[in-house]
């Protein structure tokens, strides 16, 4: 992907998945060699584990390095110790121990999300801006909030996209619409899903010049189909701005998220001028057969 062409960076919510064995991945892959498989293909990933696990081994961020090709972009989480056991206050030198764990990881590091507690709200805001006013201005960054005052537009929201713009950090979108779109009945994959993500309102705002959606697809691939079209519009408007957005396509359990996302990207190629994304080596293979 080089430096002149429209940007967009196109991932899933994790890479290592046995699930996508035969398609995403070949039937047999090892999974210390999906990273690789995963980068030829998408661009980037959310770099989920961190959050639970706190900051990787040397080695483990050596072998990313390597699996991973150099314009590939890892969006790790900062761990949840820091941002809902601690609740970012005194977290200085924990912070300084994570980012230094990564730094082999150079360029590939796309914006570190800090993904915030659902009962962070307003008076917890001056806890969030001392965060961001002393955030490492070579490591880009980006906010989920997920408590209700920020999603009301009065003066608590008001007051962190002010923040975010001033600092130019972008506000990650989560788009759950399409997971809650029906009552999940007994289908367990909607049931679980529904239960761990937060039901909070789509506000679309690019704060900074990386904005990040996170779609939260639904196991009904024509819902998913009718509220991405406005994301397919909303995303070419930014690309054609300049702006480096981040696409991150989830479904409820994850099983159809490689074909979601491939299906999402060639909509929006059809509208700007992307680079074509590989084949899975999957099918690559079952073709062979």
């Keep these: 992907m080089t430096e002149d062409r429209p940007r967009l960076f196109l991932g899933l919510p994790m890479w290592a998945n ?19 498989d995963y980068g030829a293909v998408f661009t980037s990933v959310e770099g989920n584990t961190t959050f639970y696990s706190g900051p990787p081994k040397a080695a483990t961020v050596a072998q990313w390095a390597r699996q991973a090709p150099a ?38 590091l796309g914006p570190t999300m800090v993904q915030l507690p659902r009962d962070f709200g307003a008076p ?9 006013r002393d955030w490492p201005s070579a490591i880009p960054c980006a906010v989920e909030v997920r408590h209700s005052d920020f999603f009301h537009k009065g003066a608590a929201e008001q007051q962190l996209n002010r923040l975010l713009i001033t600092l130019g950090i972008d506000r990650v979108m989560l788009d759950v619409r399409p997971l809650f779109a029906t009552p999940a009945g007994s289908d ?5 899903a529904q239960g761990e993500k937060p039901k909070r309102p789509l506000h679309v705002i690019s704060t900074a010049n990386m904005p ?3 779609f939260i697809g639904h196991c009904d691939m024509a819902i998913n189909e009718r509220l991405f079209a406005p994301w397919c519009e909303r995303l070419v408007l930014w690309i054609k701005q300049g702006k480096t957005p981040f696409l991150f396509v989830h479904t409820p359990d994850n099983r159809q998220a490689p074909q979601l996302a491939r299906r999402f990207y060639s909509r929006l190629a059809e509208r700007v ?17």
């Excluded at 046995?18 to 690789?36: D, F, I, K, T």
């Excluded at 367990?188 to 679980?192: D, P, S």
């Design 18 to 36: 046995g699930e996508w064995r035969g398609s995403l991945y070949a039937q047999h892959a090892p999974q210390e060699g999906m990273l690789h």
């Design 71 to 108: 314009d590939f972009r890892f969006c790790f989480k900062l761990p949840a110790r820091l941002t809902h056991e601690k609740r970012l206050v005194g977290i200085a030198e924990e912070l300084e121990t994570f980012f230094a764990a990564l730094a082999p990881l150079h360029d590939q």
């Design 124 to 132: 917890e805001l001056p806890a969030l801006e001392a965060l961001l």
């Design 188 to 192: 367990t994959r909607l049931i679980k």
């Design 212 to 214: 990040i959606v996170r």
């Design 273 to 289: 001028e992307l680079p074509p994304l590989e084949a899975f080596p999957g099918e690559r293979q079952s073709a062979l057969f």
